[in-house]
């Protein structure tokens, strides 16, 4: 599935958030999308998700402009996950896949459900409610929902924010293997640079809701002469704007 | 509308009902909490009333319908407010539903968590006091329709509310109904109002059920017309929240609010 954002502009009030942003991610590659706190990646992903109406700009999936009339067409065929967001505390991990499978068409949900616990090893605490779970667990089995309908395109903030290395690399693992087995485009957005070289094909560099940069890894960071994404990333932060 | 869908939605809400057992008893403690009090009242005014001699509980009757309207409208508000509790919002606003799917699926849970209360409450009156809400016959099941579609209506305004001004709204949604109890004319009649209120009051559909149900009750008349008139009432007041509640929505969208509204 392919993505395209085009001159996209998302304005509150008098504060522009997105400010004419345009990029394209090609079938079943992965975009990470990297910025500092602030620079309009929530927003940007927000809008792709059809939560914010853009401003001005148009986003397409697959030549399929993400408009209100196909807003139900292309949601089933997209997932998110984040830790910012939660699954119902008070139902079981079980309760909580069946739901999501079921609003998303997912069809044999009992098998569907199995094949993903068994998978993202849920299987011991399938029946525990889900607000009892650690953070680590938790993040499994949001991964599990945003994965349910087998979506084609899938948007993940920071998938892998405040976990232990353990179960960060876990993750990062298992969403390698699921991209190498399904088709699958994906859009990262982290702070964890490590994750990004990792999963990454291209970067999109934001900074006060403008990109400043994109390519692929190697190619920003010999462009800015840095050793890795990290310093590249640090370097373009703490920069006066003189990317625009 | 997809019913798979409204089902799957309505499924979260039996869900959590079902597994928790203070839920449920927090769902009937209230009402029967209510009767008994509105039991003992009705009792003295029976026995003190020349207005209500002949009719035993017409103000157990009025406080058990109006029970009812509350109860209703409380829970379309509370599994609305689950969401948000939850954090959950984000989740279902990205799922591939559909708003109109959202407002169903809320209006059709939210029976079930007021039969939930409001049934024990009744039966118990019936014994304890000797009131049967029953008594009103037929008419009752229109009565009590037009309550739900009121009460699911401010249901509606209310989230509309709060997916407007986010979770900060949430006291609205339990003052809302006490804000239109005075003009309802549920325990007194409608002539009890100055005049001017008597014209805002007929806006309600409130001020028609409950003066049907004491001329049903101490007058053994059914007024159909009456019955007609609250029903159409709720049904415009219905369609406007539906409206209000879209309109609300967008501008959530607008403003980019549904991306963070459980924080």
């Known amino acids: ?35 500092p706190n602030g620079c309009g990646k929530t927003t940007s992903i927000g809008m792709m998700l059809g939560l914010i109406t853009p401003t001005s700009g148009k986003i397409f999936i697959n030549e399929i402009s993400l408009e209100p009339k196909n807003r139900i ?26 739901i999501y499978a079921r609003l998303y068409g997912v069809e044999k949900i009992s098998e569907r459900i199995t094949e993903m616990t068994e998978d993202l090893n849920l299987k011991t605490f399938l029946n525990k ?55 699958l485009t994906m859009l990262l957005a982290s702070h964890n640079m490590t994750e990004v070289e990792r999963l990454c ?33 640090l370097k373009i932060a703490r920069s006066k704007n003189e990317f625009k | 509308m997809n019913l798979n869908k409204i089902f799957a939605l309505s499924l979260r809400h039996i869900y959590l009902i079902k597994g928790s057992f203070p839920r449920i008893l927090d769902l009937i403690y209230w009402p029967t909490i209510q009767i008994f009090l509105w039991g003992f009242i009705s009792k003295f005014f029976t026995l003190n009333s020349s207005f209500y001699e002949n009719t035993v509980g017409i103000i157990l009757s009025a406080a058990i319908l109006y029970d009812f309207l509350f109860r209703s409208s409380i829970s379309y508000n509370m599994m609305f407010l689950e969401e948000i509790w939850s954090r959950n919002f984000t989740n279902l606003f990205i799922a591939p539903i559909k708003v109109s799917e959202i407002i169903a699926a809320l209006t059709f849970t939210a029976i079930f ?12 009156a019936i014994p304890l006091f000797g009131v049967s809400i029953f008594k009103i016959g037929f008419p009752l ?51 009890i109002l100055p005049e001017w209120l008597q014209i805002i009051a007929k806006l309600l559909p409130l001020v028609h059920i409950f003066e049907e149900m004491r001329n049903i009750l101490i ?15 709720s049904f415009i007041y219905f369609v406007m929240g539906i409206i209000v509640f879209y309109w609300s929505y967008d501008g959530a969208k607008d403003r980019g609010t549904l991306i963070n509204i459980g924080e």
């Not at chain 2, 007021?114 to 039966?123: D, E, M, R």
Request: net charge neutral; proline share 4%; aromatic share 10%.
């Open chain 2, 113 to 124: 968590r007021t039969l939930i209360g409001l049934v024990p409450a009744s039966i118990i």
């Open chain 2, 219 to 233: 007058y053994d008349i059914v007024d159909y017309y009456q019955i007609l008139k609250a029903i159409l009432i």
């Open chain 2, 141 to 191: 099941i229109f009565l009590l329709v037009t309550l739900y579609i009121f009460g699911v209506t401010l249901g509606l305004l209310v989230t509309a509310g709060l997916v407007r001004f986010g979770p900060s709204f949430e006291n609205i949604a339990w003052a809302s109904l006490f804000f239109l109890a005075p003009l309802g004319c549920i325990y007194y009649p409608i002539e």
């Open chain 1, 73 to 98: 067409e292309l949601l089933s065929l997209m997932n998110f996950a984040s830790p910012y967001i939660e699954l119902p505390k008070k139902l079981t991990v079980k309760q909580n896949l069946e």
């Open chain 1, 201 to 233: 094909d291209s970067i999109v560099m934001m900074k006060q809701g403008q990109i400043v940069d994109q390519g692929t890894c190697a190619e920003l960071t010999s462009k800015h002469g840095r050793k890795n994404l990290e310093d590249t990333f």
């Open chain 1, 129 to 183: 409610k889900t607000g009892e779970l650690s953070s680590g667990q938790k993040n499994r089995v949001s991964l599990a929902k945003s994965l349910i309908n087998k979506p084609k395109l899938l948007f993940l903030d920071e998938p892998t924010a405040s976990l232990d290395p353990d179960v960060g690399d876990f993750i990062r693992e298992y969403l390698e293997k699921y991209k190498k087995n399904n088709e």
């Open chain 1, 1 to 35: 599935m392919k993505l395209k954002i085009k001159n996209l502009v998302k304005k509150f009030e008098s504060t522009t958030a997105v400010d004419n942003i345009s990029f394209e991610i090609e079938k079943n590659k992965t975009l990470g999308l990297l910025g």
